[in-house]
T-cell receptor, first 113, second 112 residues
């Protein structure tokens, strides 16, 4: 089955700097890669997702890149703000098991003013 | 904006007891999921459900677990005989066909 590795486990950044989180996946059949943000005690909330037919997607300060050959994808947050502080999870889902999201271990992002 | 809802928000039970966790998916979604998250750990897939049957299940989802859509709005997860290691946050999610999964607020289950 799919195995998703996520790095780093914690990331401290100064407000205004960029943050990058990287994930690798094992199943070449995976073709859907969402990123969720989870604040303490809250539900995971989708912030951006990408499908395998594109290499990059951007939404304001957030971007995701996908390298299918290398089987890795990354989340980029620019101009970080204190409200970006949260745990970020990457996930992957294969076509033949759509919906069976396999999550990475999460990255605790702390943005300091 | 429609949201997935879950009840109860917290559930404390004795080991060996049965619990039922309830979810109301987003109304036009047809695909439903349960995940769990042990404190401080990653979110783990339990089961997906479509057209009144299980589509996929993980190795965690053993015979102690069952899911049901008892009516047109609710989706339930039953744990037949709870164990200490079942203590976790349980999230329900729903989606359209091959679309984004939206998560509910979770039920925190504590087994004593």
């Amino acid at each position: 089955g799919e195995n998703v590795e996520q790095h780093p486990s914690t990331l401290s950044v100064q407000e205004g700097d960029s943050a990058v989180i990287k994930c690798t996946y094992s199943d070449s059949a995976s073709n859907y890669f969402p990123w969720y943000k989870q604040e303490l005690g809250k539900r995971p909330q989708l912030i951006i997702d990408i499908r395998s037919n594109v290499g990059e997607k951007k939404d304001q300060r957030i971007a995701v890149t996908l390298n299918k050959t290398a089987k890795h994808f990354s989340l980029h947050i620019t101009e970080t703000q204190p409200e970006d502080s949260a745990v970020y999870f990457c996930a992957a889902s294969p076509t033949d098991s759509w919906g069976k999201l396999q999550f990475g271990a999460g990255t605790q992002v702390v943005v300091t003013p | 904006e429609p949201e997935v809802t879950q009840t109860p928000s917290h559930q404390v039970t004795q080991m060996g007891q049965e619990v039922i966790l309830r979810c109301v998916p987003i109304s036009n979604h047809l695909y439903f999921y349960w995940y769990r998250q042990i404190l401080g750990q990653k979110v783990e897939f339990l089961v997906s459900f479509y057209n009144n049957e299980i589509s996929e299940k993980s190795e965690i989802f053993d015979d102690q677990f069952s899911v049901e859509r008892p009516d047109g709005s609710n989706f339930t997860l039953k744990i037949r005989s709870t164990k200490l290691e079942d203590s976790a946050m349980y999230f329900c999610a729903s989606s359209g066909y091959q679309e984004t999964q939206y998560f509910g607020p979770g039920t925190r289950l504590l087994v004593l």
